[in-house]
């Protein structure tokens, strides 16, 4: 994940932007997803609690959205949403604010690595969404308060063939971002030959069985 420096800076930025905007009740059908959402997946098991705890609680922290032509689009609290609609609840606490493109980006992703449980993919699919609202990767690897190395190993993920980011679009956690870096440089050091594709749908399926410690240095080569 992030380092702390990084969480830091996105849980500042996050409750910051808090701080401005208008408190109100609006309803749940009104609302619509952030297009900048980096989670693909959701624990059955997390978002339940999360009921649970809303049903007998109540929400303890309004969603943050903004005012579209057609209703509000989320900025931060999908899940609370997404409890909500399962609680079959009319309406939801919220904070209306007005944000550009480039830090509602950036507020998606802070809502999800502040929780410690995204995904170096799903964080690497968000960077990689949010990058053109950037001049250059410098910029952009400020903005999420990472350095540019780590930065470009979320962005490996993109250069994996079709076989492993299928599997990754289902469980987004079975690679860390170091292990996609990896696998990127051996495809650019054998210029993505079909053998070494070859070995590496080999290697992957060895990687995906729970009880194989398949190691990704010791991945055949062959000529």
């Not at 969480?7 to 749940?28: A, D, M, P, R, W």
């Not at 780590?150 to 990754?168: E, Q, V």
């Not at 495809?187 to 992957?204: C, F, I, K, Q, Y």
């Amino acid at each position: 994940m992030l380092n702390v420096d990084a969480k830091e800076f996105l849980s500042n930025f996050k409750s910051q932007s808090t701080l401005k905007g208008h408190y109100c009740l609006i309803n749940v059908d009104q609302i619509e997803p952030n297009p900048h959402q980096p989670r693909t997946h959701y624990s059955d098991e997390s978002l339940d609690s999360l009921v649970q705890s809303i049903h007998k609680n109540g929400l303890l922290q309004p969603i943050i959205v903004q005012k579209t032509e057609a209703g509000y689009q989320l900025i931060a609290g999908e899940r609370r949403w997404r409890a909500h609609l399962i609680l079959k609840k009319p309406q939801i606490e919220a904070i209306v604010r007005t944000v550009e493109d480039k830090s509602r980006a950036i507020y998606a992703l802070a809502e999800n690595i502040v929780r410690d449980d995204l995904s170096d993919y799903e964080i690497g699919k968000a960077i990689r969404s949010i990058e053109n609202e950037f001049p250059n990767k410098t910029n952009l690897a400020e903005a999420i308060g990472i350095n540019r190395t780590d930065m470009y190993r979320y962005l490996a993920f993109d250069s994996l063939p079709a076989f492993i980011l299928n599997d990754l679009n289902r469980d987004p956690a079975l690679l860390s971002r170091t292990a996609a870096d990896q696998i990127k440089k051996i495809l650019g050091d054998h210029s993505n030959s079909s053998s070494v594709l070859s070995s590496l749908e080999t290697a992957w399926a060895l990687l995906k069985d729970p009880l194989c410690q398949y190691d990704l240095r010791h991945l055949p080569l062959g000529n």
